[in-house]
DNA sequence: AGAGTTCTGGTCTGTGTGACAAGAACAGCG
DNA sequence: CGCTGTTCTTGTCACACAGACCAGAACTCT
Protein backbone atom coordinates (compact mmCIF):
# COMPACT_ATOMS: atom_id res chain seq x y z
CA UNK A 1 0.00 0.00 0.00
CA UNK A 2 2.79 2.18 0.42
CA UNK A 3 5.16 3.76 -2.28
CA UNK A 4 8.38 2.10 -1.90
CA UNK A 5 10.30 4.90 -3.14
CA UNK A 6 10.25 8.55 -5.22
CA UNK A 7 10.16 6.39 -8.66
CA UNK A 8 7.55 3.55 -8.18
CA UNK A 9 4.83 2.95 -6.46
CA UNK A 10 3.72 -0.50 -4.94
CA UNK A 11 -0.42 -1.65 -5.11
CA UNK A 12 -2.16 -4.37 -2.61
CA UNK A 13 -1.39 -6.95 -4.35
CA UNK A 14 2.50 -6.53 -3.90
CA UNK A 15 2.90 -5.89 -7.65
CA UNK A 16 5.08 -3.02 -8.26
CA UNK A 17 3.47 -0.58 -10.13
CA UNK A 18 4.96 2.52 -12.56
CA UNK A 19 4.83 5.54 -10.78
CA UNK A 20 2.49 6.99 -13.78
CA UNK A 21 1.20 6.86 -17.42
CA UNK A 22 2.12 9.46 -19.77
CA UNK A 23 1.19 10.14 -23.04
CA UNK A 24 3.19 12.12 -25.50
CA UNK A 25 1.94 13.35 -28.83
CA UNK A 26 3.36 13.49 -31.95
CA UNK A 27 1.46 16.52 -34.33
CA UNK A 28 1.99 16.55 -37.46
CA UNK A 29 1.55 19.25 -39.93
CA UNK A 30 2.50 20.73 -43.36
CA UNK A 31 4.04 24.33 -43.53
CA UNK A 32 4.60 25.09 -47.52
CA UNK A 33 6.18 22.18 -48.66
CA UNK A 34 7.77 21.11 -45.46
CA UNK A 35 6.01 18.57 -42.67
CA UNK A 36 6.97 19.97 -39.56
CA UNK A 37 5.92 18.42 -35.98
CA UNK A 38 4.96 20.33 -32.63
CA UNK A 39 7.44 20.27 -30.06
CA UNK A 40 7.24 22.04 -26.49
CA UNK A 41 9.68 23.81 -24.22
CA UNK A 42 10.00 21.57 -21.02
CA UNK A 43 10.19 22.66 -17.63
CA UNK A 44 13.93 21.72 -17.10
CA UNK A 45 14.50 23.74 -20.32
CA UNK A 46 14.88 21.39 -23.24
CA UNK A 47 12.11 20.55 -26.11
CA UNK A 48 10.14 17.29 -26.78
CA UNK A 49 6.42 16.45 -27.70
CA UNK A 50 3.52 17.60 -26.05
CA UNK A 51 2.44 15.34 -23.09
CA UNK A 52 1.34 14.70 -19.59
CA UNK A 53 -0.25 12.14 -17.65
CA UNK A 54 -2.78 10.10 -17.81
CA UNK A 55 -5.42 10.36 -15.08
CA UNK A 56 -7.17 7.36 -13.37
CA UNK A 57 -10.60 7.93 -14.91
CA UNK A 58 -9.29 9.20 -18.13
CA UNK A 59 -8.28 6.24 -21.26
CA UNK A 60 -4.62 7.89 -22.51
CA UNK A 61 -6.35 9.13 -26.21
CA UNK A 62 -8.77 11.32 -24.11
CA UNK A 63 -5.52 12.77 -22.16
CA UNK A 64 -4.01 13.12 -25.45
CA UNK A 65 -7.11 15.11 -27.20
CA UNK A 66 -7.06 17.21 -24.45
CA UNK A 67 -3.04 18.38 -24.03
CA UNK A 68 -3.81 18.63 -27.90
CA UNK A 69 -6.70 21.42 -27.38
CA UNK A 70 -4.21 22.80 -24.42
CA UNK A 71 -1.46 23.71 -27.35
CA UNK A 72 -3.30 24.12 -30.92
CA UNK A 73 -6.84 24.88 -29.25
CA UNK A 74 -7.80 22.13 -31.93
CA UNK A 75 -10.83 20.02 -31.00
CA UNK A 76 -11.48 16.91 -33.40
CA UNK A 77 -7.87 16.22 -34.89
CA UNK A 78 -7.11 12.98 -36.41
CA UNK A 79 -5.82 10.83 -33.52
CA UNK A 80 -3.59 7.13 -33.74
CA UNK A 81 -1.79 5.36 -31.23
CA UNK A 82 2.06 4.83 -32.25
CA UNK A 83 2.80 2.66 -29.66
CA UNK A 84 4.25 2.65 -25.95
CA UNK A 85 7.47 3.03 -24.79
CA UNK A 86 8.40 1.82 -21.20
CA UNK A 87 11.79 1.03 -20.79
CA UNK A 88 11.90 1.86 -17.01
CA UNK A 89 14.87 3.95 -17.83
CA UNK A 90 13.37 6.41 -20.53
CA UNK A 91 12.46 8.83 -17.69
CA UNK A 92 15.29 9.75 -14.98
CA UNK A 93 12.56 10.78 -12.82
CA UNK A 94 11.04 7.27 -12.84
CA UNK A 95 9.00 4.49 -14.20
CA UNK A 96 6.87 6.43 -16.39
CA UNK A 97 5.70 4.36 -19.27
CA UNK A 98 3.95 6.59 -22.37
CA UNK A 99 1.89 5.86 -24.73
CA UNK A 100 2.37 7.77 -28.39
CA UNK A 101 0.17 9.13 -30.16
CA UNK A 102 0.03 10.91 -33.66
CA UNK A 103 -2.07 13.62 -34.80
CA UNK A 104 -2.38 15.70 -37.75
CA UNK A 105 -3.56 18.87 -37.47
CA UNK A 106 -4.78 21.16 -40.89
CA UNK A 107 -2.12 23.51 -42.48
CA UNK A 108 -2.07 26.94 -40.98
CA UNK A 109 -2.47 25.96 -37.95
CA UNK A 110 -0.53 27.89 -35.04
CA UNK A 111 0.51 26.35 -31.62
CA UNK A 112 -1.97 28.89 -29.54
CA UNK A 113 0.85 28.15 -26.64
CA UNK A 114 3.95 30.21 -26.35
CA UNK A 115 5.96 27.50 -25.34
CA UNK A 116 5.14 25.67 -28.25
CA UNK A 117 6.48 26.01 -32.19
CA UNK A 118 6.79 23.91 -35.13
CA UNK A 119 9.92 22.06 -36.07
CA UNK A 120 10.77 19.86 -39.41
CA UNK A 121 10.09 16.63 -38.91
CA UNK A 122 13.20 15.70 -40.29
CA UNK A 123 15.91 17.26 -38.26
CA UNK A 124 13.54 18.55 -35.44
CA UNK A 125 17.04 19.37 -33.02
CA UNK A 126 17.53 17.48 -29.69
CA UNK A 127 14.64 16.36 -28.16
CA UNK A 128 14.26 15.09 -24.25
CA UNK A 129 13.69 11.36 -23.58
CA UNK A 130 13.08 9.17 -26.50
CA UNK A 131 11.04 11.35 -27.87
CA UNK A 132 13.63 11.30 -31.20
CA UNK A 133 12.43 7.96 -31.28
CA UNK A 134 8.67 8.22 -31.30
CA UNK A 135 8.55 11.46 -34.02
CA UNK A 136 10.97 8.89 -36.52
CA UNK A 137 8.12 5.71 -35.80
CA UNK A 138 5.14 8.91 -36.61
CA UNK A 139 6.91 9.87 -39.57
CA UNK A 140 7.24 6.26 -41.19
CA UNK A 141 3.24 5.37 -40.15
CA UNK A 142 2.06 8.48 -41.36
CA UNK A 143 4.07 8.11 -44.86
CA UNK A 144 2.93 3.92 -44.92
CA UNK A 145 -0.48 4.97 -44.65
CA UNK A 146 -0.96 7.90 -47.11
CA UNK A 147 -2.31 5.73 -50.46
CA UNK A 148 -4.08 3.74 -48.28
CA UNK A 149 -5.99 5.29 -45.97
CA UNK A 150 -7.82 8.35 -45.49
CA UNK A 151 -5.22 10.18 -43.01
CA UNK A 152 -5.07 13.11 -44.96
CA UNK A 153 -8.17 13.97 -43.90
CA UNK A 154 -6.97 15.49 -40.76
CA UNK A 155 -4.18 18.00 -42.33
CA UNK A 156 -7.16 18.63 -45.49
CA UNK A 157 -10.54 19.13 -43.65
CA UNK A 158 -12.10 21.47 -45.50
CA UNK A 159 -12.54 21.89 -49.78
CA UNK A 160 -9.23 21.62 -51.24
CA UNK A 161 -7.78 21.93 -54.97
CA UNK A 162 -6.05 18.69 -56.08
CA UNK A 163 -2.93 20.97 -56.45
CA UNK A 164 -3.02 21.40 -52.50
CA UNK A 165 -3.75 18.09 -51.98
CA UNK A 166 -0.58 17.01 -53.90
CA UNK A 167 1.68 19.65 -51.80
CA UNK A 168 0.59 17.61 -49.04
CA UNK A 169 1.19 14.52 -49.77
CA UNK A 170 4.68 15.40 -51.70
CA UNK A 171 5.50 16.71 -48.45
CA UNK A 172 4.99 13.48 -46.34
CA UNK A 173 6.26 11.32 -48.55
CA UNK A 174 9.11 13.35 -49.55
CA UNK A 175 8.59 12.63 -53.45
CA UNK A 176 7.48 14.15 -56.20
CA UNK A 177 4.34 13.66 -58.04
CA UNK A 178 2.83 14.42 -61.58
CA UNK A 179 0.00 16.59 -61.44
CA UNK A 180 -1.85 14.59 -64.05
CA UNK A 181 -1.14 11.16 -62.70
CA UNK A 182 -1.65 12.27 -59.24
CA UNK A 183 -5.07 13.51 -59.65
CA UNK A 184 -5.85 10.12 -61.68
CA UNK A 185 -4.71 8.11 -58.82
CA UNK A 186 -6.25 9.97 -55.75
CA UNK A 187 -9.29 10.48 -57.53
CA UNK A 188 -9.75 6.32 -58.31
CA UNK A 189 -9.14 5.65 -54.86
CA UNK A 190 -12.56 6.48 -53.89
CA UNK A 191 -11.62 8.62 -50.81
CA UNK A 192 -12.34 12.05 -52.23
CA UNK A 193 -15.50 13.83 -53.93
CA UNK A 194 -15.80 16.96 -55.92
CA UNK A 195 -17.88 20.23 -53.95
CA UNK A 196 -19.16 21.17 -57.74
CA UNK A 197 -17.34 24.99 -56.53
CA UNK A 198 -13.80 26.40 -58.34
CA UNK A 199 -11.03 28.23 -56.65
CA UNK A 200 -10.71 31.61 -58.29
CA UNK A 201 -8.62 34.12 -57.96
CA UNK A 202 -4.72 32.94 -57.98
CA UNK A 203 -3.11 32.61 -61.27
CA UNK A 204 -4.25 30.15 -64.04
CA UNK A 205 -7.10 27.98 -64.60
CA UNK A 206 -9.38 27.86 -61.48
CA UNK A 207 -9.10 24.62 -59.76
CA UNK A 208 -12.08 21.97 -59.07
CA UNK A 209 -12.53 21.71 -55.40
CA UNK A 210 -12.69 18.14 -53.65
CA UNK A 211 -13.17 16.60 -49.75
CA UNK A 212 -12.58 13.55 -48.52
CA UNK A 213 -16.21 11.35 -48.12
CA UNK A 214 -15.86 11.00 -44.47
CA UNK A 215 -13.64 12.25 -41.57
CA UNK A 216 -13.63 9.02 -39.78
CA UNK A 217 -10.78 6.63 -40.77
CA UNK A 218 -11.61 4.95 -44.12
CA UNK A 219 -9.88 3.11 -46.79
CA UNK A 220 -9.74 3.40 -49.85
CA UNK A 221 -10.55 0.45 -52.83
CA UNK A 222 -9.65 1.87 -56.10
CA UNK A 223 -6.27 2.12 -57.43
CA UNK A 224 -3.50 2.16 -54.96
CA UNK A 225 0.14 3.69 -55.15
CA UNK A 226 3.13 0.77 -54.33
CA UNK A 227 5.28 2.26 -51.68
CA UNK A 228 8.88 3.30 -52.33
CA UNK A 229 11.09 -0.01 -52.69
CA UNK A 230 12.88 -0.32 -49.04
CA UNK B 1 3.52 7.99 -1.07
CA UNK B 2 0.16 6.00 0.36
CA UNK B 3 -2.12 4.14 -2.40
CA UNK B 4 -5.29 5.50 -1.90
CA UNK B 5 -7.56 2.33 -2.36
CA UNK B 6 -7.33 -0.75 -3.87
CA UNK B 7 -7.39 0.22 -7.11
CA UNK B 8 -4.70 2.91 -8.01
CA UNK B 9 -1.64 4.27 -6.41
CA UNK B 10 -0.01 7.87 -6.20
CA UNK B 11 3.32 8.65 -6.07
CA UNK B 12 5.37 11.30 -4.69
CA UNK B 13 4.46 14.00 -7.03
CA UNK B 14 0.44 13.87 -6.26
CA UNK B 15 -0.65 11.98 -9.63
CA UNK B 16 -2.01 9.14 -9.66
CA UNK B 17 -0.74 5.92 -10.98
CA UNK B 18 -2.14 2.96 -12.44
CA UNK B 19 -2.12 -0.34 -9.96
CA UNK B 20 -0.31 -2.31 -12.57
CA UNK B 21 1.15 -2.47 -16.25
CA UNK B 22 0.51 -6.03 -17.68
CA UNK B 23 1.21 -7.16 -20.90
CA UNK B 24 -0.65 -9.76 -23.00
CA UNK B 25 0.96 -12.08 -25.98
CA UNK B 26 -1.46 -12.92 -28.80
CA UNK B 27 0.44 -16.22 -29.79
CA UNK B 28 -0.13 -17.10 -33.21
CA UNK B 29 0.36 -20.66 -35.10
CA UNK B 30 -0.77 -22.03 -37.97
CA UNK B 31 -2.02 -25.85 -37.22
CA UNK B 32 -2.99 -28.12 -40.59
CA UNK B 33 -4.81 -24.58 -42.70
CA UNK B 34 -5.94 -23.16 -39.81
CA UNK B 35 -4.63 -19.77 -37.97
CA UNK B 36 -4.26 -20.84 -34.18
CA UNK B 37 -4.04 -18.45 -30.91
CA UNK B 38 -2.61 -19.21 -27.77
CA UNK B 39 -5.58 -19.58 -24.86
CA UNK B 40 -4.86 -20.05 -21.20
CA UNK B 41 -7.26 -20.45 -18.56
CA UNK B 42 -6.97 -17.91 -15.82
CA UNK B 43 -7.85 -18.31 -12.10
CA UNK B 44 -11.16 -17.08 -12.09
CA UNK B 45 -12.07 -19.77 -14.76
CA UNK B 46 -12.38 -17.53 -17.55
CA UNK B 47 -10.27 -18.01 -21.05
CA UNK B 48 -7.75 -15.71 -21.86
CA UNK B 49 -4.60 -14.49 -23.20
CA UNK B 50 -1.31 -15.21 -21.77
CA UNK B 51 0.00 -12.42 -20.18
CA UNK B 52 1.23 -11.51 -16.89
CA UNK B 53 2.63 -7.99 -14.93
CA UNK B 54 5.39 -6.32 -16.14
CA UNK B 55 8.59 -5.73 -13.15
CA UNK B 56 9.46 -2.59 -12.25
CA UNK B 57 13.04 -2.63 -13.70
CA UNK B 58 11.52 -4.79 -16.98
CA UNK B 59 11.07 -3.37 -20.34
CA UNK B 60 7.45 -5.05 -21.41
CA UNK B 61 8.66 -7.14 -24.04
CA UNK B 62 11.06 -9.23 -21.17
CA UNK B 63 8.13 -9.63 -19.39
CA UNK B 64 6.00 -11.14 -22.93
CA UNK B 65 9.27 -13.43 -23.88
CA UNK B 66 9.10 -14.63 -20.15
CA UNK B 67 5.49 -15.34 -19.84
CA UNK B 68 5.86 -16.82 -23.63
CA UNK B 69 9.02 -19.11 -22.50
CA UNK B 70 6.45 -20.66 -19.76
CA UNK B 71 3.52 -21.52 -22.01
CA UNK B 72 5.35 -23.09 -24.60
CA UNK B 73 8.98 -23.48 -23.84
CA UNK B 74 10.49 -21.23 -26.49
CA UNK B 75 12.89 -18.45 -26.39
CA UNK B 76 13.98 -16.51 -29.59
CA UNK B 77 10.10 -16.37 -31.00
CA UNK B 78 9.18 -13.25 -33.42
CA UNK B 79 7.51 -10.78 -30.94
CA UNK B 80 6.04 -7.06 -32.16
CA UNK B 81 4.24 -5.21 -30.29
CA UNK B 82 0.68 -4.43 -31.13
CA UNK B 83 -0.32 -1.63 -29.01
CA UNK B 84 -1.78 -0.74 -25.82
CA UNK B 85 -4.87 -1.02 -24.40
CA UNK B 86 -5.52 1.38 -21.34
CA UNK B 87 -9.12 1.70 -20.92
CA UNK B 88 -9.68 2.72 -17.26
CA UNK B 89 -12.66 -0.11 -16.66
CA UNK B 90 -10.83 -2.78 -19.04
CA UNK B 91 -9.72 -4.48 -15.82
CA UNK B 92 -12.63 -4.53 -13.40
CA UNK B 93 -9.42 -5.28 -10.67
CA UNK B 94 -8.60 -1.52 -10.77
CA UNK B 95 -6.35 0.73 -13.24
CA UNK B 96 -4.03 -1.67 -15.16
CA UNK B 97 -3.06 -0.72 -18.73
CA UNK B 98 -2.02 -3.67 -20.70
CA UNK B 99 0.77 -3.59 -23.64
CA UNK B 100 -0.15 -6.34 -26.28
CA UNK B 101 2.12 -8.24 -28.27
CA UNK B 102 2.20 -10.47 -30.76
CA UNK B 103 4.23 -13.26 -31.45
CA UNK B 104 4.72 -16.15 -34.04
CA UNK B 105 5.25 -19.62 -33.40
CA UNK B 106 6.69 -22.45 -35.31
CA UNK B 107 4.47 -24.70 -37.12
CA UNK B 108 4.15 -27.93 -34.36
CA UNK B 109 4.29 -26.35 -31.31
CA UNK B 110 2.55 -27.70 -28.97
CA UNK B 111 2.07 -25.77 -25.33
CA UNK B 112 3.93 -26.99 -22.08
CA UNK B 113 1.35 -25.40 -19.32
CA UNK B 114 -1.19 -27.44 -18.89
CA UNK B 115 -3.54 -24.83 -19.02
CA UNK B 116 -2.52 -22.94 -22.32
CA UNK B 117 -4.07 -24.56 -25.59
CA UNK B 118 -4.93 -23.73 -29.63
CA UNK B 119 -7.90 -22.25 -30.15
CA UNK B 120 -9.24 -21.15 -33.62
CA UNK B 121 -7.89 -17.68 -34.66
CA UNK B 122 -11.60 -16.83 -36.03
CA UNK B 123 -14.21 -17.90 -33.75
CA UNK B 124 -11.67 -18.59 -30.43
CA UNK B 125 -14.56 -18.20 -27.95
CA UNK B 126 -15.36 -15.84 -25.09
CA UNK B 127 -12.28 -14.09 -23.89
CA UNK B 128 -11.94 -12.32 -20.46
CA UNK B 129 -11.63 -8.35 -20.46
CA UNK B 130 -10.80 -7.12 -23.64
CA UNK B 131 -8.99 -10.12 -25.35
CA UNK B 132 -11.28 -10.50 -28.15
CA UNK B 133 -10.44 -7.00 -29.05
CA UNK B 134 -6.67 -7.29 -29.25
CA UNK B 135 -6.76 -10.88 -30.69
CA UNK B 136 -8.71 -8.98 -33.66
CA UNK B 137 -6.11 -6.23 -34.08
CA UNK B 138 -3.28 -9.36 -34.50
CA UNK B 139 -5.29 -11.17 -36.89
CA UNK B 140 -5.36 -7.70 -38.79
CA UNK B 141 -1.48 -7.04 -38.50
CA UNK B 142 -0.22 -10.39 -39.91
CA UNK B 143 -2.22 -10.57 -42.29
CA UNK B 144 -1.23 -7.01 -43.34
CA UNK B 145 2.60 -7.51 -43.11
CA UNK B 146 2.96 -10.89 -44.85
CA UNK B 147 4.42 -10.05 -48.08
CA UNK B 148 5.65 -6.91 -46.76
CA UNK B 149 7.93 -8.59 -44.40
CA UNK B 150 9.64 -11.87 -43.05
CA UNK B 151 6.94 -12.24 -40.19
CA UNK B 152 6.28 -15.62 -41.69
CA UNK B 153 9.90 -16.93 -40.55
CA UNK B 154 8.51 -16.68 -37.20
CA UNK B 155 6.24 -19.89 -37.82
CA UNK B 156 8.72 -21.31 -40.70
CA UNK B 157 12.16 -21.30 -39.30
CA UNK B 158 13.79 -24.45 -40.43
CA UNK B 159 13.86 -25.34 -43.78
CA UNK B 160 10.42 -25.05 -45.73
CA UNK B 161 8.77 -26.41 -49.38
CA UNK B 162 7.74 -23.65 -51.05
CA UNK B 163 4.45 -25.70 -50.45
CA UNK B 164 4.36 -25.38 -46.86
CA UNK B 165 5.20 -21.63 -46.80
CA UNK B 166 1.73 -21.80 -48.99
CA UNK B 167 -0.52 -23.35 -46.68
CA UNK B 168 1.35 -21.02 -43.98
CA UNK B 169 0.34 -17.87 -46.07
CA UNK B 170 -3.27 -18.89 -47.20
CA UNK B 171 -4.39 -19.84 -43.11
CA UNK B 172 -2.80 -16.35 -42.37
CA UNK B 173 -4.43 -14.29 -45.09
CA UNK B 174 -7.38 -16.74 -45.12
CA UNK B 175 -7.29 -16.71 -49.35
CA UNK B 176 -6.25 -19.21 -51.85
CA UNK B 177 -3.29 -19.27 -53.69
CA UNK B 178 -1.96 -20.67 -57.31
CA UNK B 179 1.13 -22.84 -56.41
CA UNK B 180 2.74 -21.22 -59.90
CA UNK B 181 2.62 -17.43 -59.18
CA UNK B 182 3.15 -18.09 -55.22
CA UNK B 183 6.86 -19.74 -55.91
CA UNK B 184 7.28 -16.84 -58.19
CA UNK B 185 6.45 -14.08 -56.19
CA UNK B 186 7.38 -15.40 -53.06
CA UNK B 187 11.23 -15.91 -54.42
CA UNK B 188 10.73 -12.80 -56.07
CA UNK B 189 10.61 -11.29 -52.46
CA UNK B 190 14.24 -11.71 -51.99
CA UNK B 191 13.74 -12.71 -48.26
CA UNK B 192 13.82 -16.46 -49.14
CA UNK B 193 17.14 -18.71 -50.08
CA UNK B 194 17.35 -22.21 -51.69
CA UNK B 195 19.02 -24.61 -49.32
CA UNK B 196 19.79 -26.93 -52.09
CA UNK B 197 17.94 -29.92 -50.73
CA UNK B 198 14.62 -31.78 -51.89
CA UNK B 199 12.01 -33.39 -49.56
CA UNK B 200 11.43 -36.98 -51.02
CA UNK B 201 9.47 -39.37 -49.41
CA UNK B 202 6.31 -37.86 -49.83
CA UNK B 203 3.73 -38.82 -53.58
CA UNK B 204 4.88 -36.57 -56.06
CA UNK B 205 7.92 -34.70 -57.58
CA UNK B 206 10.06 -34.17 -54.68
CA UNK B 207 9.88 -30.59 -53.52
CA UNK B 208 12.99 -28.00 -53.52
CA UNK B 209 13.82 -26.69 -49.83
CA UNK B 210 14.12 -22.85 -48.99
CA UNK B 211 14.82 -21.16 -45.39
CA UNK B 212 14.30 -17.15 -45.15
CA UNK B 213 17.55 -15.15 -45.33
CA UNK B 214 17.11 -13.52 -42.21
CA UNK B 215 16.13 -14.01 -38.88
CA UNK B 216 15.99 -10.34 -37.93
CA UNK B 217 12.62 -8.51 -39.27
CA UNK B 218 13.50 -7.55 -42.71
CA UNK B 219 11.82 -6.24 -45.74
CA UNK B 220 11.28 -7.92 -49.03
CA UNK B 221 12.51 -5.32 -51.88
CA UNK B 222 11.20 -7.72 -55.21
CA UNK B 223 7.50 -7.97 -56.12
CA UNK B 224 4.78 -7.17 -53.44
CA UNK B 225 1.26 -8.43 -53.67
CA UNK B 226 -1.41 -6.12 -53.07
CA UNK B 227 -3.40 -6.30 -49.93
CA UNK B 228 -7.34 -7.77 -50.61
CA UNK B 229 -9.37 -4.59 -51.41
CA UNK B 230 -11.31 -3.32 -48.11
C1' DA C 1 -5.65 40.92 -77.50
C1' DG C 2 -1.68 38.31 -76.40
C1' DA C 3 1.34 35.96 -73.19
C1' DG C 4 1.91 33.19 -69.27
C1' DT C 5 0.29 29.94 -65.86
C1' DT C 6 -2.30 26.23 -64.05
C1' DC C 7 -5.66 22.72 -64.32
C1' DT C 8 -7.51 18.61 -66.70
C1' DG C 9 -8.49 15.03 -69.96
C1' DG C 10 -6.42 11.87 -73.11
C1' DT C 11 -3.02 8.56 -74.88
C1' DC C 12 0.93 5.48 -74.77
C1' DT C 13 4.27 2.25 -72.87
C1' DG C 14 6.67 -0.66 -69.52
C1' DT C 15 5.80 -3.60 -65.71
C1' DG C 16 3.53 -6.40 -62.13
C1' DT C 17 -0.18 -9.75 -61.41
C1' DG C 18 -3.08 -13.59 -61.95
C1' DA C 19 -4.35 -17.58 -64.60
C1' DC C 20 -3.31 -21.25 -67.37
C1' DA C 21 -0.56 -24.90 -69.92
C1' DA C 22 2.98 -28.14 -70.20
C1' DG C 23 7.01 -30.56 -68.70
C1' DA C 24 9.87 -32.79 -64.80
C1' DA C 25 10.44 -35.94 -60.93
C1' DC C 26 8.97 -38.87 -57.88
C1' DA C 27 5.68 -43.21 -55.61
C1' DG C 28 2.60 -47.00 -56.23
C1' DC C 29 0.78 -50.79 -58.83
C1' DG C 30 -0.16 -54.36 -62.30
C1' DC D 1 9.40 -52.65 -66.35
C1' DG D 2 5.87 -49.50 -68.00
C1' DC D 3 1.74 -47.08 -66.73
C1' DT D 4 -0.82 -43.98 -63.84
C1' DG D 5 -1.41 -40.52 -60.48
C1' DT D 6 0.43 -36.86 -57.83
C1' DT D 7 3.14 -32.92 -56.92
C1' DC D 8 6.55 -29.64 -58.07
C1' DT D 9 8.46 -26.40 -61.51
C1' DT D 10 9.08 -23.57 -65.60
C1' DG D 11 7.11 -20.95 -69.21
C1' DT D 12 3.69 -18.12 -71.55
C1' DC D 13 -0.16 -14.99 -72.12
C1' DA D 14 -3.63 -11.39 -71.23
C1' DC D 15 -5.03 -7.72 -68.44
C1' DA D 16 -4.70 -3.86 -65.26
C1' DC D 17 -2.01 -0.37 -63.43
C1' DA D 18 1.76 3.35 -62.74
C1' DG D 19 4.27 6.72 -64.72
C1' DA D 20 5.22 9.93 -68.31
C1' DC D 21 3.96 12.91 -71.85
C1' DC D 22 0.98 15.94 -74.78
C1' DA D 23 -2.58 19.09 -75.92
C1' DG D 24 -6.49 21.72 -74.90
C1' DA D 25 -9.25 24.49 -71.47
C1' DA D 26 -9.73 28.29 -68.36
C1' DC D 27 -8.23 31.74 -65.97
C1' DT D 28 -4.92 36.30 -64.73
C1' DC D 29 -1.81 39.76 -65.86
C1' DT D 30 0.26 43.18 -68.97
Redesign the pocket.
Known amino acids: MVAVNRWSAQNSEGYEAPAGLAVDAVVLGVRGAELVALVTRRPEGACGLPGGFVGPAERPEETAARKLEEKTGLREVYLEQLGTFADPRRDPRGWIPTVAYLALVPVGTEPTDLEASWRRAQDPGPLAFDHAEILALARDRVAGKLWWSNVAVGILPGPF ?3 EARAVYEAIAGTR ?5 F ?3 LR ?1 TGLIEPTGE ?1 R ?9 LYRFRSWAPAWGA ?5 VAGG
Not at 177 to 181: I, N, Q
Open positions: SLSYDPATARDARAGATGRPAAGRRKR
